[in-house]
């Protein structure tokens, strides 16, 4: 069928809903004023922070509203939380771009995750639904899962907010493009995998991989030994990729990166949508760009070999990768 479609008054863009049209400035103003059109650190922390607003939410009632903004409206409260440690820069570095526009704050959070996600290879095109209302308290202390916590309280607290396990660990794929600048404060920009700028599956092998050092002076909080020089890796991680419920899901991420995009679509659409009623929501989702495709495939570090692997699926064998060639992987902060 044919959708009709309508002229923007930018005169450049057509819409299927008119209400998206604004969007198209924004999505453009950030990409070039807040991402430099990279998937690099203020996306990153752009998109810890799609997860830290929205996650304010328990299906029990008596938690937050979840995507709505609460995080940036109420941030003298929530940036105090020790969960949220350094999310108040991004706060700081998105709220101009959200007064210059008439945009809600939840709605402009979201926007900024699914943009922003567009600038990294082999990730999936996300959707975005526009008309999120503004939040109207802070999302209480104690909903945003610590790296250490164990395995039963993450998945309670997911589960709370309406995620099954296999969704934790599809979301988890957000540490795919991330690093930690507060884990060992010695050390900021320290990656979760050898790829920080590409959405692949590298966080999910080399979460696998037995742990040899810590990357900076001595354990940090929640933090437990890594594999690669220059690499952090977080309790949780190593844990939820251990764990008899998770195990097998976080195996199946390493040469499936359908699957891989798919699910992590999939659960960012719900996490995106928690608070809310999708049906009151417009789908603006032919804003957001297509990401690259994926640039590289799944691979052991150099100066890795499969009996680093720490299988932990119970049902199948973890795939068989070949190393990259040359000295060990070691790698750079962002
Ligand atoms: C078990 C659940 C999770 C735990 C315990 C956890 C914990 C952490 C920690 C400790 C950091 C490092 C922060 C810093 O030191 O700067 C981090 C970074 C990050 N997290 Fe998570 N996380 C979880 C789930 C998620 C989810 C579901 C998403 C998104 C959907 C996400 C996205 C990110 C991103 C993108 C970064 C990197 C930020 C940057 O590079 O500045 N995390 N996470
Ligand atoms: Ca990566
Ligand atoms: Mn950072």
Excluded at 306 to 318: G, L, N, P, R
Aim: proline share 7%; aromatic share 8%; with cysteine.
């Amino acid at each position: 069928a044919l959708t009709r479609r309508v002229a923007c008054p930018d005169g450049k863009n057509t819409a299927t809903n008119a209400a998206c049209c604004p969007l198209f400035e924004i999505r453009d103003d950030i990409q070039n004023n807040l991402f430099d059109n990279e998937c690099g650190e203020d996306f990153h922390e752009s998109l810890r922070l799609v997860f830290h607003d929205a996650i304010g939410f328990s299906s029990s009632g008596g938690k937050g509203g979840g995507a709505d903004g609460s995080i940036m409206i109420f941030s003298d409260v929530e940036t105090q939380y020790h969960a949220n440690n350094g999310i108040d820069g991004i706060v700081e570095r998105q709220r101009p771009f959200v007064q210059k526009y008439n945009i809600s704050v939840g709605d402009f959070i979201q926007f900024a995750g699914a943009v922003g996600l567009s600038n990294c290879p082999g990730a999936p095109r996300l959707d975005f639904f526009l008309g999120r209302p503004n939040a109207t308290a802070p999302a209480p202390d104690l909903t945003v899962p610590e790296p250490f916590d164990t395995v039963d309280s993450i998945l309670d607290r997911f589960g709370d907010a309406g995620f099954n396990p296999d969704e934790v660990i599809a979301l988890l794929a957000s540490h795919s493009v991330a690093a930690a600048d507060h884990v060992d404060e010695t050390i900021p920009g320290t990656p979760f995998d050898s790829t920080p700028d590409i959405f692949d599956s590298q966080f999910f092998i080399e979460v696998q991989l037995a742990g040899t050092a810590f990357p900076g002076t001595g354990r940090g909080q929640g933090e437990v030994e890594s594999p690669l020089s220059g690499e952090m890796r977080i309790q949780s991680d190593q844990e939820l990729a251990r764990d008899s419920r998770t195990a097998c899901t976080w195996q199946s991420f390493v040469n499936n990166q359908n699957k891989l995009q798919k699910e992590f679509k999939a659960a960012m659409l719900k996490l995106s949508l928690l608070g809310h009623d999708r049906s009151s929501l417009i789908d603006c989702s032919e804003v957001i760009p297509n990401p690259p495709a994926l640039s590289d495939s799944p691979h052991l570090p150099a100066g890795k070999v499969m009996s680093d692997v720490q299988q932990a699926c119970a049902t199948a064998a973890f795939p068989t990768l070949t190393a990259d060639s040359g000295p060990a992987t070691s790698v750079p902060p962002m």
